[in-house]
């Protein structure tokens, strides 16, 4: 069980007051908060051993690489990764998803076939179709039904020798459904695919054992499980590594440099040219451990109670939608309420003191399938209690009289 009290004081954020209400913090699957133990991480690097890494041999230089290649080690096991070099430290998602796209480039030829799931963030959609472009390959998209689930038969039929890679998200940020990724990476494979997992929205709900999963790539971002912005890693078995070519020129990624030729640096640096995000790498680290401190079972146990809680006490508002009733679904609930706007409701329920997402949720083309401008995005962390979303319902009740 978790100690919620407990759990609550490890981060400085919730208690903040906004607009004179203690805050109520439901965005989580735009950003999750940072508990103190990761703020005192990025301190203490800047306080006591900033340096530049791999190349110094000064004492500093050389703390700051032990501890960074830690932290890299520390995402390898929590991952179940093979070996340490699979791990690419990386901006994010984002950042994850243009290098395999960029890499790509060279292994395409016309006619091609990408399959990409129909309820992907931008992120997972528009490297892809720059790829598609670029090389003359066809992007396909595999349908998703009312619920929220993608159609796997579907999938199948889509699904040839002509199928190069397949791309879809672990859970959908717009919707939470969690998608059978061990079934489409077991299914792409029979065809020779190679499967992208965009696990942003996943991995601070769940622990995935990359090597049993088979996955071929998968992406997270640090700050949406309890880490800082600016960092995130992209794993990618070896083999795959080994043929893409690198994505960025530059320092750090390469063997040797002259005016006739240049090599590359073996894996990771290959995929790291420049500085990287240092103390951020260092403070990923930190917040892999404190997740594994409260226990990611824990974790997913009461985000569930949380989930159908909320489920429950929202639905009994008068006019309101769910969208994403999927059987598997994690901790997000989109919803609308007849007649009104998202961006009316969620204005007023932040003068009461609640964060909510609104709008599209940078997956324009879920809203399209349901033909709505957009939801209203409340999205639960561990560190959130049902008082609060009993806030959650009253405020949105309130701002439904107030509108209609
Ligand atoms: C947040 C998110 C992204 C983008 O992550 P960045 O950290 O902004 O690069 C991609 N996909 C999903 C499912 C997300 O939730």
């Known amino acids: 069980m978790i100690d919620i009290e407990k759990i609550r004081s490890d981060f400085p954020i919730l208690k903040r007051e906004i607009n004179g209400y203690p805050l109520v913090y439901f965005d989580n699957a735009a950003t999750s908060q940072t508990p103190k133990k990761v703020i005192d991480t990025i301190v203490d690097y800047y ?35 093979r070996k340490t070099h699979e791990v690419i430290f990386t ?24 399959l990409v799931s129909a309820m992907e963030h931008h992120s997972n959609i528009v490297p892809w179709q720059m790829l598609a472009e670029k090389t003359g390959a066809i992007l396909k998209v595999i349908p998703m039904n009312e619920k929220g689930e993608l159609e796997m038969d579907a999938f199948e039929r889509l699904l040839s020798l002509r199928t190069r890679m397949v ?13 059978p990724i061990k079934q489409i990476i077991e299914k792409a494979h029979k065809v020779g695919a190679a499967v992208l997992i965009d696990g942003a929205q996943a991995c601070p709900h769940l622990k995935p054992d990359l090597q049993e999963l088979g996955v071929d790539f998968y992406t997270v971002s640090a700050h949406k499980m309890c880490g800082p912005t600016g960092v995130g890693v992209l794993y990618g078995k070896e083999e795959w590594l080994k043929k893409l070519p690198p994505y960025q020129g530059g320092g750090e990624m390469i063997a040797e440099v002259t005016w006739e030729k240049t090599t590359y640096a073996d894996l990771p640096h290959k995929f790291e040219a420049g500085t990287p ?10 917040a892999i451990d404190y997740l594994n401190e409260v226990g990611m079972d824990e974790i997913a146990a009461w985000e569930k109670e949380l989930l159908d809680y909320g489920t429950e006490k929202l ?16 901790s997000v609930i989109s919803f609308n309420i007849d007649g009104l706007h998202p961006y009316d409701i969620g204005t007023i329920i932040d003068k009461l003191g609640i964060a909510v ?17 957009g939801t209203v995005r ?11 979303i009993d806030r959650l319902v009253e405020a949105v009740e309130r701002a439904r009289k107030m509108l209609l």
Do not use: W
């Not at 791309?167 to 998608?179: D, K, P, Q, R, Y």
């Not at 997402?357 to 401008?373: D, L, S």
């Open 47 to 81: 306080s006591n051993y900033n340096a530049n890494i791999h190349r110094g041999v000064h004492t500093l230089s050389q703390e700051a690489t032990d501890k960074y290649e830690e932290a890299r080690k520390k995402i390898q096991q929590h991952f179940n990764i």
């Open 91 to 114: 901006s994010g998602t984002t950042h994850g998803i243009n290098l395999v796209a960029s890499g790509f480039s060279s292994l395409l030829n016309e006619g091609d076939e990408l």
């Open 167 to 179: 791309f879809c998200n672990h859970i959908s940020n717009a919707l939470g459904t969690v998608n």
């Open 277 to 286: 995000n240092i103390a951020g790498g260092i403070a990923f680290g930190a």
């Open 315 to 330: 639905q009994q508002i008068k006019g309101l939608k769910i969208y994403g009733t999927a059987t598997e679904k994690t």
């Open 357 to 373: 997402r609104t709008g599209h949720h940078c997956a324009q083309p879920i809203m399209e399938y349901y033909k709505i401008p």
């Open 378 to 388: 409340a999205s639960f962390a561990f560190y959130n209690t049902k008082e609060e």
